[in-house]
C-alpha cells in the first residue's frame, strides 16, 4: 500500500461526501418549502419526488446519472456523477430534517410572530431557526454518517475513492482481509468524530436558546 | 414505447428474482443473528456487552459494499471460498444483523416496566413472561423500523453487481451495454425497483399505525417509530 495514493483516494472520498453534503443542503430547502407549501399540487409533487428520490438505489441514481444520462460532465467524472446522485439522494433526507425541525417550533411561537407582525426574514433568523436548528443538526448529521458510508458506492462507476483504492489492491496481489479491514477503520475513523461534533454542536445551541 | 417498455420488464424479471431472493434470504439470517445480539447487547455482563457492542458497531459503521469485499475477497485468505450468490447473502445478512441488533435492543428496553412488574406480581415464570409480555410488545414496536431496514436492504442488492451477481441492476446494465439502450433499460429497472419499494414502506406505513395503537400513541417525531426508534436511513 503506497501511503501516497491512500491520501489521494481519500481525498476523493471527502469530496465526494462533501460535494454531496452541500449540494442536498442547497436542494433540501426547495425540498422543504414544497412539503409546507399551501397548495396541495405543490405538496403532491413535492411527496412525489421524494419517494422516487428515495425509492431508487444510490447504485442506480448513479448508473443512470453517469451511462445514462451522461451530459457534460455527468458523462465524463463518475465523481460528478456520484456527487449529483447522492446529493439528490439527500436532499430527500435533509428536506425531511427542515420540516421536522420547523414542525417542532411550537404554534404559539409562530401565533407570536404574527402577533409582532415580524418580517419573514427576521422571523426566520431569530425565532425559527434558533429553536429548530438542533433538531436539523441531530437529523441530517445522522443522515450525513450514513451519506459516508454511500460515497463507497461510486467505486463501481469507477471514481477512484477509498473502496475503489483497496478493491485495485486487493485485485492486485494485496491480503484482501487486511486491506477491507484496514480501510473500514478509515470509514469509522471519519464517521465517529462526526457524530461527536454533532453531539457537541447540539449541546452548544441548546444552551444559547436557553440563554 | 409501450412494447418495449413490457419487453424490458420481461427481460428483468429474472434479475427482478434474484434482487427478492437475496432480500429474503438476507433478511431472514439477519434478522435471527440480530435478535441475539440485540438480547446480549441488554446482558448484565460487560465482558459480554461490550464484544457484542464492538461487533455491532462494527456491522453497522462498515458500507455494505465494504462487508461485500471483506467476504467475497477477504474470506480466501482463510481459506473460505464461497461463490458470489453466497458470499453477497452472507455479506448484507452480516449488515442487517448489525442495525436489526439495535433495533431489537431498543425495542426490549421499551416494554414498561409497569408491565413487567405485574408479571412478577401475578407469579408469572420468566419463560412465559417473555412469551406473554415481552415478546408481543417487542413484535409490535420493532416490526416497522424492521420493515424500514429490509426496504434498505431491497435496494442493497444491487451492489451485488459488483461481485457478478446478475440481479436486477446487473440484468439491465448488461444488456444497456450492450444494446446502447443504457437509458431506457435502467429506467425500467428504476421502475422496478420503486414499485417493490413503495409496497414494502406502504406496508411499514401501515404496520407503524397498528404498532402505535399498540404503544400507546407512544409515536414519536417524523421518522421516529413506535418507542421512538429512529429508523437509520441506509444501511450502506
Redesign the interface.
Known amino acids: 500500500m503506497e501511503l501516497q495514493y491512500l491520501l489521494r483516494s481519500l481525498g476523493h472520498t471527502l469530496i465526494i461526501w462533501i460535494g454531496s453534503i452541500l449540494f442536498a443542503a442547497v436542494l433540501s430547502i426547495p425540498v422543504a418549502a414544497g412539503r409546507r407549501a399551501g397548495s396541495p399540487i405543490l405538496r403532491g409533487i413535492t411527496r412525489v419526488w421524494v419517494?422516487?428520490v428515495?425509492?431508487?438505489?444510490?447504485?442506480?441514481w448513479m448508473?443512470?446519472l453517469f451511462?445514462?444520462?451522461?451530459i457534460g460532465l455527468l458523462g465524463q467524472s463518475p465523481m460528478f456523477a456520484a456527487i449529483v446522485a447522492l446529493g439528490l439522494i439527500n436532499s430527500a433526507?435533509f428536506g425531511?430534517s427542515i420540516?421536522?425541525g420547523l414542525?417542532s417550533v411550537p404554534t404559539a411561537q409562530w401565533d407570536a410572530i404574527k402577533a409582532l407582525a415580524l418580517p419573514t426574514r427576521q422571523a426566520y433568523t431569530k425565532v425559527i431557526i434558533p429553536q429548530a436548528f438542533p433538531i436539523i443538526i441531530a437529523?441530517s448529521t445522522?443522515?450525513s454518517i450514513?451519506l459516508v458510508?454511500?460515497t463507497?458506492?461510486a467505486?463501481?462507476i469507477g471514481a477512484n475513492e477509498l473502496?475503489f483504492y483497496?478493491?485495485n489492491t486487493?485485485q492486485a496481489g494485496a491480503?484482501?482481509?487486511?486491506v477491507?479491514?484496514l480501510?473500514?477503520l478509515v470509514?469509522?475513523a471519519l464517521?465517529?468524530p462526526v457524530g461527536m461534533l454533532a453531539r457537541w454542536v447540539e449541546g452548544r445551541s441548546v444552551i444559547s436558546t436557553v440563554r | 414505447m409501450i412494447t418495449y417498455f413490457l419487453d424490458a420488464v420481461l427481460r428483468q424479471l429474472p434479475g427482478l428474482a434474484v434482487s427478492v431472493e437475496l432480500t429474503v434470504s438476507s433478511s431472514a439470517i439477519g434478522l435471527v443473528l440480530g435478535f441475539f445480539g440485540g438480547v446480549l447487547l441488554r446482558h448484565r455482563s460487560r465482558w459480554v456487552r461490550y464484544p457484542i457492542i464492538g461487533v455491532v458497531e462494527i456491522l453497522r459503521g462498515f458500507p455494505a459494499l465494504l462487508m461485500l469485499y471483506i467476504v467475497y475477497y477477504g474470506l480466501p485468505q482463510i481459506d473460505i471460498v464461497l461463490s458470489s450468490m453466497v458470499s453477497a447473502i452472507v455479506a448484507f445478512a452480516l449488515t442487517i444483523a448489525g442495525f436489526t441488533a439495535e433495533i431489537f435492543r431498543a425495542a426490549i428496553a421499551s416494554v414498561p416496566t409497569g408491565q413487567l412488574e405485574a408479571a412478577k406480581a401475578l407469579g408469572l415464570k420468566p419463560f412465559v413472561t417473555t412469551r406473554l409480555v415481552v415478546l408481543p410488545h417487542v413484535l409490535g414496536v420493532a416490526i416497522p423500523p424492521l420493515i424500514g431496514i429490509i426496504v434498505i436492504a431491497f435496494q442493497g442488492t444491487s451492489l451485488a453487481i459488483s461481485i457478478g451477481v446478475t440481479e436486477l441492476t446487473g440484468v439491465a446494465f448488461q444488456y444497456g451495454q450492450v444494446n446502447f439502450t443504457m437509458l431506457s433499460e435502467i429506467t425500467v429497472a428504476a421502475v422496478l425497483y420503486l414499485i417493490v419499494t413503495s409496497l414494502l414502506i406502504w406496508i411499514e406505513v401501515w404496520a407503524e399505525r397498528r404498532a402505535n395503537r399498540i404503544a400507546g400513541g407512544t409515536g414519536t417525531g417524523p421518522r421516529g417509530g413506535a418507542a421512538g426508534i429512529i429508523i437509520p436511513p441506509a444501511i450502506r
Open positions: 419517494a422516487i428515495r425509492g431508487l438505489p444510490p447504485l442506480v448508473i443512470l451511462f445514462g444520462v451522461g433526507y425531511d420540516y421536522a414542525n437529523s445522522a443522515y450514513s458510508k454511500n463507497a458506492i467505486s463501481i473502496m483497496g478493491h486487493v491480503n484482501g482481509l487486511q477491507f479491514f480501510i473500514g470509514y469509522l464517521t465517529i
